[in-house]
């Protein structure tokens, strides 16, 4: 995209902090049409509302004060369903990436602000709409006027960045060449002997768009249209089997008939990261077991649907006996070796529906839904056995646990079931080491 289309844009621009805003503002003012300056979303939300037919794409932080960027954000899409939306932020919060690709965020550019990332961010963004301004500006009768403009067509489509797809619902009749790189085909005719529509390219997984679910519908244009933002995702693979995740946005223009355009936006880096970031968050890292704050959630809802349908629950809590003593003795390293170590024990010795955590320190916990005491003892038992009969990191330590185990009662409410494990791990103790008390 040409310093001419750039002059062309103008954006709304959501920042709190003053030397930033107003910094970011100026440097983006010098090669943009207009830029509207806002400090927070409820600010933004306004000024986009006085511009709405003015403003061209969104530019804003996620965390600040009044309105946060994703609350705004989900505000102008009732407005506008199509304008896109670049995100600035370092925020480190696991929902972060998540909720961004839940309000349908284009792209994003990560705190400090680089202009030259910046640009190409809103260049990204900006794309999919102003190739379709260019293509209805053009007025073409794909029917009529074809031969005539097909090189102008394809320098346009040619000049995205993302993939794009010209169709009138029977055929495609044109590909842009990040379509033919993508797939590592010589030429557009190279394509059509394949016979292959626009669906033969979506991989059949659950979760996506699939080329199955694609064929079945009476209108797959009004189904895809219709599907939130977030859903809008299919994946595709490429010619040297690497998968690829990409959102849909669909425009047409019309002559005699119409012809729609499919850009498709490749997110792979931003799934790939929100992923990293949800599971960052809520595994501990030196396990990779959950954490004590995922475990709580799972913890409050087992509960609950215990209590609710009447099913058992119950708990186990036990420590690692002498661990501060060992890592005083050996290097610290040897301390996450053995927690690691542990965790695998833990992983070998439980069903996948239980749910295991590091609860802190040399403290671990697992949760084992329509288990009784009876069966949550067996349980500890195998781990205490294992645990002392194994041989732990290189220099062949022998290690011993301590165990509270306790089945949910029908008087207990969440505090007193936690209570209750934490006295009988502390009594487990007290009794001597790789010792198992279930009351």
């Given amino acids: 995209m040409n310093k001419e289309i750039l002059k062309n844009i103008s954006i709304l621009y959501v920042e709190d902090e003053n030397?930033?805003?107003?910094?970011?503002?100026?440097l983006l003012a010098s090669l943009l049409k207009n830029v509207f300056a806002a400090e927070n979303g409820l600010a933004g939300l306004e000024l986009y509302k006085e511009n709405i037919n003015t403003i061209d794409l969104i530019v804003t932080d996620i965390n600040m004060p009044k309105m946060n960027g994703i609350t705004m954000c989900e505000k102008i899409r009732e407005l506008n369903k199509e304008i896109p939306i670049v995100v600035t932020s370092a925020?480190?919060?696991?929902?972060?990436?998540?909720k961004a690709i839940d309000v349908g965020v284009s792209t994003y550019a990560m705190k400090p602000i680089d202009l030259y990332q910046l640009i190409?961010?809103?260049?990204?963004?900006?794309?999919?709409?102003f190739l379709k301004k260019e293509l209805v500006n053009l007025n073409l009768s794909l029917e009529s006027k074809i031969e005539m403009e097909m090189e102008k067509i394809k320098?346009?489509?040619?000049?995205?960045?993302?993939?794009v797809i010209v169709t009138n619902k029977e055929e495609i009749?044109?590909?842009?060449?990040?379509?033919?790189?993508?797939?590592?085909?010589?030429?557009?005719?190279?394509?059509?002997e394949s016979k292959k529509d626009i669906f033969d390219l979506f991989q059949e997984e659950f979760g996506f768009?699939?080329?199955?679910?694609?064929?079945?519908q009476e209108c797959w244009l009004k189904y895809i249209k219709d599907l939130p933002e977030v859903d809008r995702i299919v994946k595709i693979k490429n010619h040297i089997h690497e998968e690829k995740l990409f959102t849909i946005n669909i425009d047409y223009y019309e002559n005699k008939e119409h012809y729609y355009i499919f850009s498709l936006t490749d997110i792979t880096m931003i799934k790939e990261k929100a992923n990293l970031l949800e599971y960052q968050s809520s595994?501990?890292?030196?396990?990779?077991?959950?954490?004590?704050?995922?475990?709580?959630?799972?913890?409050?809802?087992?509960?609950?649907?215990?209590?609710r349908y009447k099913n058992d629950l119950s708990i186990i809590l036990f420590d690692i006996n002498d661990y501060r003593e060992i890592l005083e003795i050996h290097e610290s390293s040897i301390g996450d070796i053995i927690l690691k170590e542990i965790s695998q024990i833990m992983s070998h010795s439980i069903r996948e529906q239980d749910i295991s955590a590091r609860w802190g320190g040399e403290e671990f916990l697992v949760l084992l839904p329509q288990t009784n005491l009876e069966g949550a003892q067996i349980v500890a038992n195998k781990i205490n056995t294992t645990v002392f009969e194994h041989l732990f990191t290189e220099k062949q330590l022998k290690l011993t646990a301590s165990f509270g185990v306790t089945e949910l009662k029908e008087d207990d409410d969440e505090r007193i079931f936690m209570s209750r494990v934490n006295k009988l791990l502390f009594e487990s103790k007290n009794k001597g080491k790789g010792i198992v008390i279930a009351k």
């Fill in 19 to 26: 030397d930033v805003r107003d910094f970011t503002s100026k």
């Fill in 91 to 98: 925020h480190n919060d696991t929902s972060f990436l998540k």
């Fill in 120 to 129: 190409e961010s809103i260049t990204k963004a900006i794309e999919p709409i």
């Fill in 155 to 163: 320098s346009i489509l040619d000049a995205q960045e993302n993939i």
């Fill in 173 to 192: 009749t044109n590909i842009n060449k990040k379509f033919l790189e993508f797939f590592g085909i010589e030429s557009f005719d190279k394509f059509k």
């Fill in 209 to 216: 768009i699939t080329r199955n679910q694609m064929k079945k």
């Fill in 283 to 307: 595994h501990d890292k030196v396990t990779g077991l959950f954490n004590k704050n995922k475990f709580d959630e799972f913890y409050e809802k087992e509960v609950k649907r215990s209590k």
